[in-house]
């Protein structure tokens, strides 16, 4: 709760007052960290973590995703998105790959954002395809933006279409 309305202070006192924190305590504050654009922080206790001898699960790395994302480390992000599979046997799931999308995008790589949207099977793709939009308008990719907003309409044919 505290690391939800950014006081970190707070959620890190209550953590530290746990006497045995679980995967879930760790969790919510390296979240907490992650999420208010302390990513040095959040890979701080991620590391912390697992010399407690915790292993992170897939929640765990979609909080260290979104500090990559965030502080705009693409290769560290990239490098957790493997070693969640390849090292801790962490099955990607659909939240992994937004965060990966809105990492890319964020990065200007809206190209590999787009494939990696086109070539997975996502079934959040209207949060991907929104995700590539933002990035799209940021970086003035109309082309690539128009593209991702078609298919946004083409997901949800409730949605009129402006033109």
Known sequence: MYGKCGNLQKAHR?????????????????????????GVEALVYFYKMQSEGINPDEITFVSILTACSHAGWIDDGREYFILMKRYFDVIYTQDHYV?????????????????????????????????????????DDYERGFYAAQRLFNLSPKVQHPM
């Open 14 to 38: 209550l953590f530290n007052a746990s006497s045995h924190p679980n995967i879930a305590t760790w969790n919510a504050l390296i979240a907490a960290f992650s999420h208010n654009g302390h």
């Open 99 to 139: 965060c990966m999308i809105d990492l890319l995008g964020r990065a200007g790589r809206l190209e590999e954002a787009q494939y990696m949207i086109n070539e997975l099977s996502i079934e959040k793709a209207d949060v991907a395809w929104l995700c590539l939009l933002g990035a799209c308008k940021i970086h």
